[in-house]
Nanobody, 123 residues
Framework: QVQLLESGGGLVQAGGSLRLSCAAS????????MGWFRQAPGKTREFVAT????????SYADSVLGRFSVSRDAAKNSIYLQMNSLKPDDTAVYYC????????????????WGQGTQVTVTV
């Protein structure tokens, strides 16, 4: 089992920045990918970004490309999501996820999930 704990959410004005953190514990060595997803009110949860733990290669949803950046600190078993130029449409609960297969993780078929952290962007 892998446990994921997110932190860093909050309230920010449009155009501002936030940095989310996700700390992994348990059998974290069994995962190859970690990433971020989000769920806005009344919408389904969607992919935001992933990072491959072996070489730190990343992928992003088109809606956040150029504004968000995912990174990893291997020593702390943690990943981060730096969010810049935030928009009201970015308001959502952000979830950290981890898994062995990128496709299954992105399609949310399998993987481990955190409890989420709220991000609210005001105009």
């Amino acid at each position: 089992q892998v446990q994921l704990l997110e932190s860093g959410g909050g309230l920010v004005q449009a155009g501002g920045s936030l940095r989310l953190s996700c700390a992994a514990s348990g059998r974290a060595e069994s995962t190859y990918f970690m990433g971020w997803f989000r769920q806005a009110p009344g919408k389904t949860r969607e992919f935001v970004a992933t990072i491959r733990l072996s070489d730190r290669s990343t992928s992003y949803a088109d809606s956040v490309l150029g504004r968000f950046s995912v990174s990893r600190d291997a020593a702390k078993n943690s990943i981060y999501l730096q969010m810049n130029s935030l928009k009201p449409d970015d308001t959502a609960v952000y979830y950290c996820a981890a898994g062995q297969d990128w496709g299954a993780l992105v399609r949310q078929i399998s993987g481990y999930w955190g409890q989420g952290t709220q991000v609210t962007v005001t105009v």
